[in-house]
């Protein structure tokens, strides 16, 4: 009981911002007295600190509060083919350490890949520690299908992986004293779009694009896991039977056409630049930018031909769960503007419902920090549903973390 008003003090600071203890008990419908009590138990746990002085409304003004960032952080961390990255976020949302690696995970074993991933994770507690916080939780989003009860990465057509147990993998690398525990990167891409407190990012759909296409259903503020976890495999609904083959053995899945590969193979040739793995995918699609800003004629067909089949895979998706949003992320955040036409012209094409349902295209502005931010929310949700789950690890941090 009292972890569970704990807990709706502090959410309710998260969403609406600082405010006096006067404030939250009429916000919160508790007595005066019980929410002085409440902020003073977050205060002792420092979750909470004073904030300035709240003016307006009913009797005196009085000192209001807010979170206090400073020292309890959430790790999140990705594991992709091109990349493995680690991102800290405290308890206000500030990013605290963030690193990234550009990696071939075909041509390195799964060990290494682990090895590397597990790196950057100590790197940015090693970060959160110097900074005098400490790591609460840690969530890795992996590219693959998740079995989540059993914390097992089951099918990886990009990584070319298969049944790996990658909690046990990890935990036991680390040998962590917080929590470590996997998602779907196409999940956490989609938490971390969905912004609290904010009614137009409640129910969205969030497609995260690199070499495969995933993504996440927030419905009602709530991710939409579905009944074993697989959810938002939206890559490989089949749209071109008659299409490409897939990394996943099918034939014509939507990710062959919408895919940074098939972008790829249509803007360039095999040893044009722009597809070389050994340049950063930040540049190579800068200079896809740069050539469609330019005019150039293929580049701009290759961004022509992709959008639509975005737009063809976005319209089938809206029929299904008229979100307020499409949220692109990935590589379409970064490329998306030049596919942008192409795309609502499917939507507005494809939508039964007039104007598309309402469903808005935007493009995501977490850039490939996605994965990793939405990692770092969840991992700080252990706070948010529990407060007091910091006891042990804040007094562990405050003697000096002996570890
Ligand atoms: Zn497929």
Redesign the pocket.
């Given at each position: 009981m009292r972890s569970a008003k704990l807990s709706l003090v502090l959410r309710h600071l998260r969403d609406h911002g600082p405010r006096s203890r006067a404030r939250l008990a009429t916000d919160l419908d508790l007595t005066r007295s019980a929410a002085s009590a409440l902020v003073a138990e977050l205060s002792d746990l420092g979750l909470v600190r004073a904030a300035g002085i709240e003016r307006g409304g009913l009797g005196r003004p009085g000192t209001s509060v807010e979170l206090d960032g400073a020292t309890v952080c959430g790790i999140g961390a990705e594991l992709n083919v091109h990349h493995v990255a680690a991102l800290a976020l405290d308890l206000s949302g500030r990013v605290v350490a963030e690193h990234r690696l550009g990696i071939d995970a075909q041509q390195e074993s799964v060990e290494q890949v682990l090895d590397r991933l597990v790196g950057l994770i100590r790197r940015t507690d090693d970060d959160v520690r110097a900074a005098g916080g400490y790591t609460v939780a840690a969530t890795v989003g992996v590219a693959g299908l998740i079995d989540r009860p059993r914390e097992v990465l089951t099918v990886a057509?990009n990584l070319r992986w298969r049944d790996v147990p990658v909690g046990a993998e990890l935990r036991a690398r680390l040998g962590a004293p917080y929590a470590v525990s996997i998602e779907n990167e196409g999940n956490l891409a989609a938490i971390a779009e969905a912004l609290p407190g904010d009614p137009n990012r409640q129910d969205i759909l969030v497609i995260f694009g690199e070499v495969?296409v995933g993504g996440g259903i927030v419905a009602g503020g709530r991710l939409l896991r579905g009944h074993q976890g697989y959810a938002g495999e939206f890559?490989?609904m089949?749209v071109d039977p008659r299409g490409r083959r897939?990394?996943?053995?099918?034939v014509?899945?939507?990710?062959?056409v919408s895919g940074l590969r098939a972008l790829l193979d249509a803007a360039a040739d095999p040893e044009d630049a722009v597809r070389d793995p050994a340049l950063s995918l930040d540049d190579r699609l800068a200079e896809l930018n740069r050539r469609a800003d330019l005019g150039d004629t293929r580049t701009i067909a290759a961004l022509d031909s992709v959008g639509s089949w975005v737009g063809i895979g976005s319209a089938m998706l809206t029929n299904a769960l008229n979100p307020s949003a499409i949220v692109l992320s990935g590589y379409f955040a970064e490329i998306g503007r030049h596919m942008r036409p192409a795309i609502e012209e499917q939507l507005q094409a494809g939508v039964l419902a007039p104007h598309a349902g309402g469903t808005r295209v935007e493009f995501s502005t977490l850039g490939f920090t996605a994965a990793v931010r939405g990692g770092a929310t969840v991992a700080l949700d252990a706070v948010f549903d529990d407060p007091t789950v910091v006891a042990l690890q804040r007094a562990d941090a405050l003697l000096g973390g002996a570890r």
């Open positions: 057509p495969g890559g490989h089949i897939c990394g996943c053995g099918r014509g899945c939507w990710e062959t």
